[in-house]
């Protein structure tokens, strides 16, 4: 009996080859999810950030612009 023979054949037919090829496809798949989530969540992180910096700035802004409108009154 061959190697093949005593495997139990697949019940859709081509044997586990096919199988054994789904699965290593999914799990590559699932791999580059899992890449693509991490770089999903590294860039919510710098878009936080710029805003962050981008509120900052604005508030800087207005204070320097609340400093000049003093020294027009005056």
């Known amino acids: ?3 093949a023979e005593g495997r139990p054949r697949c019940r859709w037919g081509g ?3 096919a199988v054994l090829r789904a699965r290593a496809e ?3 798949y699932r ?3 899992r890449a693509r989530a991490a770089e999903v969540e ?3 992180g ?3 950030a710029l805003h962050r ?3 900052g700035l604005r508030d800087r802004r207005s ?3 609340a400093k000049y409108q003093v020294r027009d009154e005056e």
């Open 42 to 44: 590294a860039l919510r």
């Open 26 to 28: 999914a799990a590559g």
């Open 63 to 65: 204070g320097e612009l």
């Open 46 to 48: 710098a878009v936080g």
């Open 31 to 33: 791999r580059l999810l």
């Open 15 to 17: 044997g586990g080859e």
């Open 1 to 3: 009996m061959s190697a």
């Open 53 to 55: 910096q981008l509120e």
